[in-house]
């Protein structure tokens, strides 16, 4: 007899959804990529990061012999993720009636229906899924934590979960103060070269500014960087070549020098849907930052549940998690998928956010 393959069973539906394409999120995949040490299998993630040192060796007298030098320790913290679990119904009117893209005339069968829209009912909730976790990454960069409210249904408020990264004394903000970029005293290559600097005594790297959409209009129109890009000039500062690139939302400027950093420019002007209804900019459209990819990483926490057709608790590891279940007295079945992310850094204090840097 052929075997049988049963695609409400929770594998199953996991392998289904890794035959999806990912979907394009720009801070997420650039600056925080998972890997596979990056799921547990627990409850709680751990966040580690470690601040190097500048200092030299001293000098010692020959009948010495030597100095000890200290060990640098490494902070550790424990967090546990979000929870975040998107679901959605399928009821016998969804079944009985023509669906989106079929034919005017269909002759789809209510099973082959409900198969369809089980595969495009995943492909929506990792949409959703994935844009919070985009909005994870940038909050994480922006503000140094990201501050995470649950909610009990659609409309009410549950815990709110605050996760903060370096503590209250990381330096990881540059204020141009009112010499914004786009005004008469503000100094464009000096305070990206000064953000550079913060990186660089930190034995990080700075490979990217990051602007937002005004930032960027800005940057373009300012008289110094259109001089420093005439090739007559004789100083090589890099090169202007605005292109698209494969995120919705996100184009490269090109690539300037700032005193020995080359960067790549980035225009950020991804945008999402908030709970009111409002769109909103992941990335502030007056402000800059200056990073490198793979500056954090997305973690996940496990999964319990109890899956179709089993009594019995299970736990599973992974990024996204579906969950199928059904309500034989209505007549109806639910597909949920779950995900626990947590947006942590890889290194102390691993971007420099400047705000407000055009009026």
Not at 131 to 149: D, G, H, K, L, P
Not at 216 to 245: F, H, P
Not at 323 to 342: E, M, N, W
Request: hydrophobic share 40%; proline share 4%.
């Amino acid at each position: 007899m052929p075997a049988s393959l049963n695609f409400f069973d929770t594998y199953t539906l996991v392998a289904i959804l890794r035959e999806y394409a990912p979907v394009p999120t720009f801070f997420r995949d650039r600056y925080f990529p998972t890997g596979e040490a990056d799921i547990f299998n627990s409850d709680k993630v751990l966040v580690e990061y470690q601040k190097g040192d500048q200092k030299m060796a001293a000098f010692v007298s020959r009948r010495i012999g030597d100095i000890p030098m200290e060990r640098e320790g490494y902070e550790i913290h424990e967090y546990q993720p979000a929870f975040i679990a998107p679901s959605r119904l399928l009821t016998l009117d969804e079944l009985n009636k023509r669906g989106f893209g079929e034919a005017i005339y269909a002759v789809s069968t209510p099973a082959q229906r409900a198969a369809r829209l089980l595969r495009d009912d995943m492909g929506a909730m990792d949409m959703r899924i994935s844009r919070r976790e985009e909005w994870m990454a940038v909050q994480t960069m922006i503000n140094n934590a990201c501050t995470m409210q649950t909610y009990i249904d659609g409309q009410i408020q549950g815990e709110t979960l605050y996760v903060k990264v370096f503590g209250d004394n990381s330096d990881h903000t540059y204020d141009v103060g009112t010499k914004k970029w786009n005004g008469a005293t503000g100094d464009f290559f000096g305070d990206v070269r000064a953000m550079a600097r913060m990186l660089a005594r930190r034995g990080l790297p700075a490979s990217d500014l990051v602007l937002g959409a005004d930032a960027a209009d800005a940057v373009l129109e300012i008289e110094e960087v259109r001089e420093l890009l005439n090739k007559q000039s004789g100083i090589i500062v890099g090169q202007i070549d605005e292109r698209l690139t494969s995120y919705p939302g996100v184009s490269v400027l090109g690539q300037l020098n700032f005193g020995g950093h080359k960067m790549t420019l980035f225009c950020v002007d991804e945008t999402y849907v908030d709970d009111a209804g409002y769109t909103q900019n992941y990335f502030p459209a007056t402000s800059a930052m200056v990073t490198a990819p793979g500056c954090g990483h997305m973690m996940y926490g496990q999964i319990t549940q109890i899956d179709y057709g089993s009594t019995e608790y299970t736990t599973h590891i992974g990024a996204r998690v579906p969950k199928f279940s059904i309500d034989q007295d209505k007549d109806q079945r639910k597909l949920r998928l779950a995900s626990r992310p947590l947006a942590g850094p890889k290194q102390y204090c691993p971007y420099i956010y400047a705000a407000e840097v055009v009026s």
